[in-house]
């Protein structure tokens, strides 16, 4: 089978950071939040096994949609080599997406790092919901996608790890001091393992719905090789959940973060 699509722009966003839009009618038409594209990296051998990245953003109408991602190793360093016009291996959508809000709910996200991006698919895709959207950097350089952000959300906290832009500290602070005197209907969460661990315990503790999307390593990414497992409450007990194909997205309760 042919997964091949066409890239209709890449866009260097941040040091590291990347974004490649892709026409492509079949993701786009089925995409819901929350999912995820496995991409091949190469058209060779190298990193032959594809890498799972976020859908963040879809435009129905052109039917094209935006994939951001960090380079850290062999598969996205690779995927840096790839311009407007050429060609790319794409299986998706994947996965399972978040619960959607209902019209008149009030929902916040809660993002760090690469965890942004799923989030920001969540809030371009519910209308007439309150949305307040919470985003945690290292640094300024790191700070991405902010206007975005702030067009699809009611209210937007940016903090950094050392200062050089919003919020001094992690974003778990703002989070938790809202939380203070707002009641969400729903939280979302997607970053590093102590955030979401922080907020999705904060969030049970409260009794408030919240999901977190993992990002775990993957094999196969179809739910075939177990590499991608994470441990899950069953009854009294606990078993392992597959990220690619029960995930990536998880009630807060079911997850256990060790
Ligand atoms: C469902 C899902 C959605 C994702 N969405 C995005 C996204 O939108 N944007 C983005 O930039 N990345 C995202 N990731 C992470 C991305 O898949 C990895 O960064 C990528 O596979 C790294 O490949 P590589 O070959 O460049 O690095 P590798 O050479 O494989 O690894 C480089 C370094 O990154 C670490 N690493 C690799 N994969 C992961 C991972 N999944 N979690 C934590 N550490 C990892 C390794 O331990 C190593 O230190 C997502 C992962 C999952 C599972
Ligand atoms: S990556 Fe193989 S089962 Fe999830």
């Known amino acids: ?39 091949r990296c190469s058209n060779g ?40 016009g050429d060609m790319i291996d794409v299986i998706g959508p994947l996965g399972s997406g978040f619960t959607m809000p209902s019209a008149g709910e009030k929902i916040a996200v809660v993002g760090g ?29 790191a700070v991405v996608m902010k206007d975005a952000f702030e067009y699809a959300s009611n209210k937007l906290v940016v903090a950094t790890d050392d200062g050089t832009f919003g919020v001094k500290g992690f974003v778990t602070k703002p989070f938790f001091d809202w939380l203070n005197v707002n009641r969400p209907d729903r939280v979302y969460t997607c970053g590093p393992l102590p955030m979401i661990k922080s907020v999705a315990e904060h969030c049970v503790k409260k009794k408030i719905f919240c999901e977190v999307s993992m990002e775990q390593r993957m094999g196969c990414g179809i739910g075939a090789c177990l590499v991608c497992s994470c441990k899950v409450k069953e009854g009294p007990d606990f078993d392992y959940a597959r990220v690619c194909k029960d995930g990536p997205v998880f009630p807060a309760e079911k997850l256990i973060f060790e």
């Open 113 to 141: 790092g690469i965890g942004i991006f799923p989030l920001l698919y969540l809030l371009e895709s519910c209308n007439g919901v309150n949305k307040t959207a919470f985003l945690g950097f290292r640094s300024k350089d």
């Open 45 to 84: 051998l190298d990193a032959y096994l594809r890498r799972p990245i976020s859908i963040c953003s879809v435009c129905p109408t052109d039917k094209t949609f935006d994939i951001v991602y960090m380079k850290r190793g062999k598969g996205t360093s690779l995927l840096c080599g790839f311009c407007e």
């Open 1 to 39: 089978m042919d997964f091949r699509e066409r890239i209709v722009k890449t866009e260097t966003l941040a040091k590291d950071i990347h974004l490649i839009r892709i026409r492509s009618e079949q993701i786009t038409g089925k995409a819901v939040p929350g999912q995820f594209v496995n991409v």
